[in-house]
T-cell receptor, first 112, second 121 residues
Framework: GNSVTQMEGPVTLSEEAFLTINCTYT??????LFWYVQYPGEGLQLLLK?????DKGSNKGFEATYRKETTSFHLEKGSVQVSDSAVYFC???????????FGSGTQLTVLP | DAGVIQSPRHEVTEMGQEVTLRCKLI?????LFWYRQTMMRGLELLIY????????DSGMPEDRFSAKMPNASFSTLKIQPSEPRDSAVYFC???????????????????FGSGTQLSVL
């Protein structure tokens, strides 16, 4: 079956620090990969996605590259802001599944 | 558009009581998902519907849980009787599903509601 493994949090960084949140997956076929973000008190929102190997998804300064050889989709941002504090979820769709499989989420806190 | 609307935002109830959570889809969307979020298990898909039809309810924990779509824009998730281990945040999400029986597609971009925080004492 499909599964997503994220680095465990919480992650605490100072403003303008570099961010990496690791995500690896197992899937049947060729999955599409996603990062969702959940701000405090809100539902999840799609942050970025990549649908084939070597694609790079990007949005709001965040990037993630679909690495088929390492089955990874790590999220990066060069300079985080306090407003980036949220929970980040890696997710995939693959095979006959019609719905997203989510990772466990990583809590990010950015301090001023 | 107001987005996916869930109610109530918070629900506190006693063990054994019936709980009903409500969700209004985004206008024009035809897929509806119910998720449960806890610290221990993260996000779990409970059930989802395409065009008012339940497609996969394998995530529904037990018979105490039931979900319905009485019309194309509204859904309820009912827990009867509720138990303390049901305490969680319940999210509803919707999307526009373009697939058909002959040409299935995937539900990629979900729009989530703000969730219902359920506490069963």
């Amino acid at each position: 079956g499909n599964s997503v493994t994220q680095m465990e949090g919480p992650v605490t960084l100072s403003e303008e620090a570099f961010l990496t949140i690791n995500c690896t997956y197992t899937a049947t076929g060729y999955p599409s990969l996603f990062w969702y973000v959940q701000y405090p008190g809100e539902g999840l929102q799609l942050l970025l996605k990549a649908t084939k190997a070597d694609d790079k998804g990007s949005n709001k300064g965040f990037e993630a590259t679909y690495r088929k050889e390492t089955t990874s989709f790590h999220l990066e941002k060069g300079s985080v802001q306090v407003s980036d504090s949220a929970v980040y979820f890696c997710a995939l769709i693959s095979g006959s599944a019609r719905q997203l499989t989510f990772g466990s989420g990583t809590q990010l806190t950015v301090l001023p | 558009d107001a987005g996916v609307i869930q109610s109530p935002r918070h629900e506190v109830t006693e063990m054994g009581q019936e709980v009903t959570l409500r969700c209004k889809l985004i206008s024009g969307h035809n897929s509806l998902f119910w998720y449960r979020q806890t610290m221990m298990r993260g996000l779990e898909l409970l059930i989802y519907f395409n065009n008012n039809v339940p497609i996969d309810d394998s995530g529904m924990p037990e018979d105490r849980f039931s979900a319905k779509m009485p019309n194309a824009s509204f859904s309820t998730l009912k827990i009867q009787p509720s138990e303390p281990r049901d305490s969680a945040v319940y999210f509803c999400a919707s999307s526009f599903y373009r697939g058909t029986t002959d040409r299935p597609a995937t539900n990629e971009k979900l729009f989530f509601g703000s969730g219902t925080q359920l506490s069963v004492l």
